[in-house]
């Protein structure tokens, strides 16, 4: 491969007609010529605004068309695209800006309160750009419009690498939003070799062959990203939908409205489409179950899941109301794609937490011993092949999930499993006391910290229980300083005040003592499972 996403999105391009639609919104329509045109007209703006390739663009914005026409535009320019998570506060915001040495911010109104609170702690950010939502404008920031509206559309004529850089943040597992750093060949590479059921058929061995094959077969994949584009899962699906001359298809709601998506399903002729597990299968499933038979289900074939337990129970609940789909779990993360997946039709089911082990996938003990399949050694599921390069600007933690293990480089995020004897990963849930509530990555100690500040708390520590909708329930566990009195909603209240809303718990239980050991450290297990029995969760 010599080439980059960009290079891909133009052959597609040629091969589409302009007049298809590109992202659909609601009732707003953008064209393969709006999007090439809008894009190049976009990439062209940054780069005389000083754009360099490997310089950084944050894309902070709900999901919106201007999400992928930027980041079709960072692809051609050979810019970095950061994904900022839009339900961070202002300090985390700032993180991530300040983080990723951010050089431009492309944002919706609606956010330029908290970008006009951080503008002077970010002397790196040179330009702001404004999405137009019908918010105030921010004084200091460009319109986004004049950007894609200002120039002829033509190509840029840049000779791209397959070296460039697209970074995925994720919550992680270390308390701060790590930058993963996937190379465009790499992450091509993954999402062609089945690691989603979006992927583009056989990956083509020059430009021309991927332009002849879209024109032979026709427009692609119709694709509605129910999860947050700025979310690998839904990232990684509708980028894979658009080079392959498809359409990406986005909702309205600021948040997940169920009976909306459905409606969107029938209005647009949606052919698949990415949820995170059952945080969005149960409410879809609800919605079918309230209003059976009123939605035009027939053009959808697929639904892609990833991040999180996706139940066999709902699954099957979905499979009657539309016998057609196929239902794809995919086992990843934002450090690789392809670890596994479990496929559930009508003729037959999967079990929860169940995938058929991919390719290039091994699972090691902690000290990199592999372990053999049927042994009922629990490890932790590795990946080889294309991976990404390792996390931004953290050479330690990149050492530590990238190892290198007789010889060959893995990605090891820190999923525990069993491996039966038929090869089949059993997913047993994270090695670390990391939290996955929705398919956000929750980590304990920001939390802790959070209810820690209450003059009230002596102690403090945070834990995931079972939670039907959510995977895991964000649980705090806090022993208060003698004579005050515990207050759960007020303290919660303070909480929601400090850190972003999903990683506030649903839940404060007091205790008379955290019962840290000598050396300091909390027993998380014991404390989990007393929480999850307070909240009659077990026996």
Not at 189 to 208: F, K, Q, S, V
Not at 361 to 375: I, M
Not at 439 to 448: L, N, Q
Request: hydrophobic share 40%; with cysteine; aromatic share 8%.
């Amino acid at each position: 491969m010599s080439w980059n996403f960009g290079d891909i999105f133009e052959a597609a391009a040629e091969a589409v007609p302009g007049d298809a639609p590109a992202l659909l919104h609601g009732a707003r329509t953008v064209t393969w010529a709006d999007l090439d045109r809008g894009s190049n007209n976009l990439a062209r703006q940054l780069v005389t605004r000083g754009a360099r390739p490997g310089d950084k663009v944050a894309l902070y914005m709900r999901n919106r068309p201007e999400y992928m026409e930027t980041l079709v535009a960072c692809f051609k320019a050979r810019l970095v695209h950061v994904n900022v998570n839009f339900r961070y506060l202002e300090n985390e915001i700032h993180y991530i800006l300040d983080n990723s040495d951010a050089k431009f911010v492309v944002f919706a109104g609606e956010f330029g309160e908290v970008l006009t609170k951080l503008r002077d702690r970010l002397p790196g950010a040179v330009s702001f750009i404004q999405i137009d939502d019908g918010s105030p404008e921010v004084p200091f920031a460009e319109r986004y419009r004049d950007l894609v509206d200002t120039g002829a559309g033509e190509p840029l004529g840049l000779e791209r690498s397959p070296d460039d850089f697209i970074f995925v943040y994720t919550g992680g597992t270390t308390g701060r939003p790590k930058g993963v750093m996937w190379r465009h060949e790499d992450l091509w590479e993954a999402l062609n070799r089945g690691a989603n059921a979006t992927n583009l058929n056989a990956m083509p061995e020059n430009l021309e062959e991927h332009r002849e094959g879209i024109r032979s077969r026709g427009p692609g994949t119709r694709h509605l990203s129910a999860c947050p584009l700025m979310h690998g899962t839904g990232m990684f699906t509708s980028i894979s939908a658009l080079l392959g001359g498809g359409v990406v298809v986005t909702l309205e709601s600021p948040r997940f409205d169920a009976h909306e998506f459905w409606g969107a399903v029938a209005r647009h002729k949606v052919n698949s489409t990415a949820i995170v597990g059952d945080a969005f299968a149960k409410p879809m499933l609800k919605a079918l179950d309230e209003k059976p038979g009123a939605y035009d289900l027939s053009s959808l074939l697929l639904i892609i899941s990833s991040g999180v337990m996706w139940s066999t129970e709902v699954k099957k609940g979905l499979l009657e109301h539309h016998a057609g789909l196929i239902l794809f779990d995919s086992f990843g993360a934002s450090e690789g794609v392809g670890f596994g997946n479990s496929v559930t039709t009508a003729q037959g089911e999967s079990r929860t937490a169940r995938f058929q082990i991919g390719e290039k996938v091994k699972v090691f003990t902690e000290d990199h011993v592999e372990v053999k399949p049927g042994s009922g050694v629990p490890g932790f599921v590795a990946r080889c092949g294309p991976i990404p390069s390792g996390y931004y600007k953290d050479p330690e933690k990149t050492a530590e999930v990238f190892p290198v293990i007789n010889g060959v480089r893995y990605s090891i995020p820190g999923d525990w499993c069993l491996v039966e004897a038929d090869g089949t990963l059993a997913l047993l849930g994270r090695g670390s006391v990391c939290i996955n509530t929705g398919g956000e990555k929750v980590f304990p100690e920001e939390v802790e910290e959070a209810l820690k500040e209450h003059p009230d708390v002596e102690d403090a520590v945070v834990v995931g229980v079972p939670d039907e909708r959510w995977g895991q329930a964000v649980t705090g566990v806090v022993q208060f300083r003698a004579g005050r009195l515990f207050d759960e909603d007020a303290l919660r209240r303070e909480v929601r005040e400090k850190i972003a809303h999903h990683k506030c718990p649903k839940r404060i239980l007091e205790v008379d003592t955290i019962g840290r050991a000598p050396n300091g450290k909390a027993d998380y297990p014991a404390l989990a499972k007393l929480a999850a029995r307070r909240l009659g969760l077990c026996p």
